[in-house]
């Protein structure tokens, strides 16, 4: 493991200064600067690629072509997403017309919240450094990153290259464990985004709310992945093994668990099986072999958490199973017949074990998810409306994904980020520039207003108040008789399949009609 230089802790209230300094000189108000900026951290890792790799591989023994699939390339495009789009991002907005007002000129102003403070996990070190970061600089903010002192080659690579190609006044990298984190968590901050556990989280807002810092948490959970007994089980399989042993099942997203009906577990076990052959063939044959190529645990201490859970289920191992101390790897591992009392169900996981959950049926399902914390992630797969729109609907999770698995939160444009336990507010794209923005409400008043306001001045007369009435009431639409009829949820959207069937006909009909018409006059 390569050694990382900590930052004295006497240095760290100086950096926080010094930034602040850096961020008072207006140098981040200037758009086109915002841009210089991203743009050179996007020169930072094109120039370093191989630096990358190399430090991936050596914190979390992870194979180059996942490391430029799930970072490398992701916070390229994420820099670049933000340099191509800060420009219109960053203007201010006008509220929508309301007459009472609209001689005020409100508009709003989108300003940066000053010096933030961003604590990364070991997970995707590169990416979840970046990709908020990137937010950071082109809402026009100075920023203190702290990287995972897990992946110390990764932060000392920071810590050698952003001064290289970024402004030291506006960026800095503070590298250390729990005494310099604590230390940092003492400092007020324009915005803090922590990236980690819920433990861990409650820690970091606790701290925030003694200098009131606003901050936003993205903390995971156990993701459950629901399957259709009638869905594609193949490509079920496949993906829902990719997602789940990327990383080594290190991913904050990444399924923890599989609920299927009892009489579909066998079926989805053997594609499954059919599945891990594939991706690992060497574990097949007479003498098979670990699988190669997976991520390693981070540490001794996350290899020996999750292979206690793995030695203490219930559940019978599928595949897998294998692990090596010296090396922190296990071994992809499936296991079925898994209880909610076992093991594997008693945190999330965040390694490559897959437990499969047999239930009676998807309402025991639906009941399980929800008698626990609300994930950050819920799959389903299946290919049916009715039962993909029965799931979304009576659940709650941070993001709800169909036939697929954690590629949702590299898809452009849609926000990341939790609800309740699994964490609170939004990043990457323009979510991430709008987390570190501050929106600043203005109005300018003519004079010539008081002419129609004036009523709002002392005296408080008769004639005043009714004058406040006339121009200022607000008039209500007529009282309800009683609640709107509501449709059950999980209906598959048959009401509005059924609108756009009638709607169908009648634009057909429509169409009939006028060729009809057309006949009769060219005749």
Partial sequence: MATLAYTPLE????????????????????????KYQLLQFAYLIQDNVKAFEDA???????????????????????LMEAYKNVDSWAKPEKPSLAINWMFMRPVMYKEPKGVVLIISPFNFPLWLCVSPMAGAIAAGNAIVLKPSEACPAIAALFAEL???????????????????????????????????????????????AKTLTPISLELGGKSPVFVDPASDMQLAARRILWGKFTNGGQTCIAPDYVLVPKAAQDDLVDAMKTAYANFYPETTGDSPTPPQNVTKMVHQAAF???????????????????????????????VKDVKPDDSLMSEEIFGPVLPIVPVEDLDSGLAYVNSHDHPLALYVFSQNEAYKNKVFNNTQSGSAVANETIVSAGVT????????????????????????????????????????????????????????????????PARPTGPPAVAATGDG???????????????????????NRLAVVQA
């Fill in 11 to 34: 240095e760290i209230e100086k950096i926080r200064a010094e930034l602040q300094v850096g961020f008072n000189s207006g140098k981040t108000k200037s758009i086109a600067f915002r």
């Fill in 56 to 78: 991936l591989a050596s914190d979390l023994g992870r194979h180059v072509l996942e490391s430029n699939l799930l970072e490398i390339n992701g916070s390229i495009a994420e």
């Fill in 162 to 208: 952003i001064p290289k190609y970024l402004d030291p006044s506006l960026v800095r990298v503070v590298n250390g464990a729990i005494p310099e984190t604590t230390k940092l968590l003492e400092l007020p901050w324009g915005h803090i985004l922590y990236t980690g556990s819920g433990r861990i989280g409650r820690v970091v807002a606790t701290a925030a």
């Fill in 304 to 334: 020996k958490r999750v292979h206690g859970l793995v030695q203490n289920t219930k559940g019978t191992i599928v595949v897998g199973g294998e692990a090596d101390e010296a090396t922190k790897f296990i071994a992809p591992t499936i």
């Fill in 413 to 476: 444009g849609l926000p990341f980020g939790g609800i309740g336990p699994s964490g609170s507010g939004y990043h990457t794209g323009k979510f991430g520039f709008q987390m570190f923005t501050h929106y600043r409400s203005s109005i300018d008043a003519p004079g010539w207003l008081d002419k129609i306001l004036g009523f709002r001045f002392p005296p408080y007369t008769d004639s005043n108040s009714a004058k406040l009435k006339a121009r200022l009431g607000i008039k209500l």
């Fill in 493 to 515: 959207g048959a009401g509005r399949k059924w609108f756009l069937l009638a709607f169908a006909v009648a634009i057909l009909g429509a169409l009939t009609k006028l060729k």
